[in-house]
């Protein structure tokens, strides 16, 4: 991707998020963003990372008297540009009558992985509970309803990322899964003074004797002795462990097979008996992924399955 384009991805993230373009009447719109004193860094880095591109000021400390909130005050850092033309032509693509709106041709060429860890990192938050991810918010309330949920339409085509509306028109992710994944997705993006928002995935391991469970798999996979096929496809877990350890190999793993699990609901249940040789690497899987057992077993059908069309071809 060319320099133009990395820059038009990440002002993509932040006018999703807390950039603006301002404009006074008879002038020429100007870009801007405010952060909260404790994302000055946040603010520095988004400020290096684009000033090369448009004619910005540096982050200019600001303090502002607010008698709606219990300390009487605010403090923020902001970012301002000069006029340019570049600015001109993104007010024009960005706004209508002075509001914004989400120019959708505009996303489909820039929203990408950076563009969407800038995004998350101006107006994204993390829930979690003893390390374990609850959910995702996006904070698009200022955007119209329809507008979120054509978002969503696109964030899924593009991302394979399937994010709802909560009450408060804003974009959430609740599946564990999906959170991991959405995180391995903007990883090599986020700057280290924002922790609060990368995911600490703790690599939990218990050992396990035989264990009996219920797990549920799709239509297309008829199983006569379930107990006994299940554990054989088990064995491939190592080799599903090796794949997803790198973020590499995850990403194109996840694009390549979890997605047909999340489109086709499994329905057929089979109660079975775990071996517990393999308890470990479930584990290590579901704790690397979010997975649950049935999604695992799926997977490791679907390696069988592309392993045995290879040999065929």
Known sequence: ????????????????????????????????????????????????SLKEYIPLNEPKYKFVKDKR????????????????????????IWYKN??????????????????????YQDDGYLKTENHIP????????NFRNEENKQLIKLLEYKFSLVFSLDKQNRLVLYDQAQIIYFQQLINPYLHQSMNRKILQIPIIYKHNGVKRTTI???????????TDEINKQLNLLPQL??????REGYLSFYRQHVHIFLENAPQKPYQIRIESRHWKYLQLVKSKTGWNISTIIFLCFSISNSVALHKKI
Not at 81 to 87: D, L
Not at 99 to 117: G, T
Not at 134 to 141: A, F, G, P, Y
């Open 1 to 48: 991707m060319s320099s133009q384009n990395n820059f038009l991805s990440r002002l993509c993230g932040k006018l999703l998020g807390d950039g603006c373009l301002t404009k006074q009447e008879g002038r020429k719109p100007r870009f801007q963003f405010v952060h909260n004193i404790h994302d000055k860094q946040w603010a520095w880095h988004c400020f290096q």
């Open 69 to 92: 909130i219990k300390r009487g005050f605010t403090e923020c850092y902001i970012v301002q540009s000069k006029t340019a033309e570049k600015i001109t032509e993104l007010e024009k």
């Open 98 to 119: 002075r509001i914004k709106r989400i120019p959708f041709p505009f996303l489909h060429m820039y929203l990408n992985e950076e563009a969407l860890a800038w995004w």
């Open 134 to 141: 609850r959910k995702i918010v996006l904070s698009t309330d």
């Open 216 to 226: 549920y798999l799709t239509e297309n996979i008829d199983l006569k002795r379930p």
């Open 241 to 246: 462990y090796k794949i997803i350890e790198t």
